[in-house]
T-cell receptor, first 115, second 111 residues
Framework: DAGVIQSPRHEVTEMGQEVTLRCKPI?????LFWYRQTMMRGLELLIY????????DSGMPEDRFSAKMPNASFSTLKIQPSEPRDSAVYFCASSLRVGVNQPQHFGDGTRLSIL | DQQVKQNSPSLSVQEGRISILNCDYTNSMFDYFLWYKKYPAEGPTFLIS?????DKNEDGRFTVFLNKSAKHLSLHIVPSQPGDSAVYFCAANNAGNMLTFGGGTRLMVKP
């Protein structure tokens, strides 16, 4: 049974370029979450979707960040233009529902380096 | 404003002994808590959870204790095994279905 799949695993690009991170959630999961992990701030939630609809994007750092979920099996997180301070590991997670017995399942992350 | 804190960045334990990982929180509205384990270059993996209406939940070698009056939870691993060496994150959920994570504790279990 495939887990959450993220691509690419690593991305190195120059500042000012557009970056697109991709996520395929576990089939049948209604919730999708995007997280960012940095040394300074740890693991923080950026945005989450329920049934492809963005529910809370209060964690998105600024307008340069945007996320979409065009269908139940695909989501993107886009940064345009990228800056060196965006360098981090970005995780996608999905869950069937939300609740104490409905844990989020994480992908292996995309390590992003902005030069 | 860190609502979930793991004050020990690392912990070293001998194989076979008990590992105790601690987590403190400030928001009394959190309704459940989770522990995740993370290996390098992988995403966090769910370990165990506990509702705020309980004070203990056990799953095999893993037990989570919740002390609401102290706003403290702990994860006990017994007996500890070398394969348990990883970074452990506690997380708390608010009514908005958003998890807040602690900074993590690196556990090293020595053979």
């Amino acid at each position: 049974d495939a887990g959450v799949i993220q691509s690419p695993r690593h991305e190195v690009t120059e500042m000012g370029q557009e970056v697109t991170l991709r996520c395929k959630p576990i089939s049948g999961h209604d919730y999708l979450f995007w997280y960012r992990q940095t040394m300074m701030r740890g693991l923080e939630l950026l945005i989450y979707f329920n049934n492809n609809v963005p529910i809370d994007d209060s964690g998105m750092p600024e307008d340069r960040f945007s996320a979409k979920m065009p269908n139940a099996s695909f989501s993107t997180l886009k940064i345009q233009p990228s800056e060196p301070r965006d360098s981090a590991v970005y995780f996608c997670a999905s869950s069937l529902r939300v609740g104490v017995n409905q844990p989020q399942h994480f992908g292996d992350g995309t390590r992003l380096s902005i030069l | 404003d860190q609502q979930v804190k793991q004050n020990s960045p690392s912990l070293s334990v001998q194989e076979g002994r008990i590992s105790i990982l601690n987590c403190d929180y400030t928001n009394s509205m959190f309704d459940y808590f989770l522990w995740y384990k993370k290996y390098p270059a992988e995403g966090p993996t769910f370990l165990i959870s506990i509702s705020s209406i309980k004070d203990k939940n056990e799953d095999g070698r893993f037990t989570v204790f919740l002390n609401k009056s102290a706003k403290h939870l702990s994860l006990h691993i017994v007996p500890s095994q070398p394969g348990d060496s990883a970074v452990y994150f506690c997380a708390a959920n608010n009514a908005g279905n958003m998890l807040t994570f602690g900074g993590g504790t690196r556990l090293m279990v020595k053979p």
